[in-house]
């Protein structure tokens, strides 16, 4: 079972690379694909390795990893895809943020203590899988969809589920501070 859970975090690595060159060739559909099984692999992968006893601290560093990969690539190649203020803007500000978490993570490693994963954290990389599965899909359904009113609305939810994912973001940035400092 511990290969099958790291499997999947294994997955969602390759598939976060993947992504790019479907980007690249305009491969979007695929993209969408890759994106949505390692958005599920995601929640698969710690539930496993609860469930059955296989988690490691390794396993979940590398699960970390494998969602910056993630949620980092994909938002970038859609900020470069769209570049707008509306998308690019909590796209920068949230890889900051990511940043800026690890770099708290790391301190308190050299510490010998742990900054854990709270709920904030689950619900903000749900909201950002979410708006980036939405993004992706209205990629690949745009040229397929001849209603540019449908269009547009779903555009505009995406957006807005991404700077909904913002701020659960900047909550959950609050939050490890408020945790770091009682760490410290």
């Not at 975090?9 to 992504?19: L, N, S």
């Not at 938002?75 to 890889?95: E, R, Y």
């Not at 609050?174 to 770091?180: D, L």
Request: proline fraction near 3%; hydrophobic fraction near 60%.
């Amino acid at each position: 079972m511990k290969t099958f859970v790291n499997s999947l975090t294994a997955f969602r690595f390759v598939a976060a690379f993947a992504i790019i060159p479907c980007f690249i060739y305009e491969f979007f559909g695929l993209a969408f694909v890759l994106f949505l099984l390692a958005a599920i692999t995601d929640f698969f992968d710690g539930y496993l390795a609860r469930k059955f006893k296989v988690a490691t601290k390794l396993g979940g560093v590398m699960d970390h990893i494998a969602d910056k990969f993630l949620i980092a690539i994909t938002s970038i190649l859609i900020a470069m895809l769209w570049p707008m203020w509306f998308i690019s803007v909590p796209v920068i500000l949230m890889l900051c943020r990511e940043l800026y978490v690890s770099g708290l993570r790391e301190f308190v490693g050299t510490q010998k203590k742990e900054l854990p994963v709270g709920m904030g954290g689950k619900i903000k990389t749900f909201a950002q899988m979410t708006s980036l599965g939405g993004f992706l899909l209205l990629i690949y359904a745009a040229p397929l969809v001849q209603n540019a009113g449908l269009l547009y609305y779903a555009w505009m939810t995406c957006g807005i589920l991404l700077w909904i994912s913002f701020v659960l973001s900047v909550i959950s940035a609050g939050i490890y501070t408020k945790s770091f400092l009682k760490k410290i």
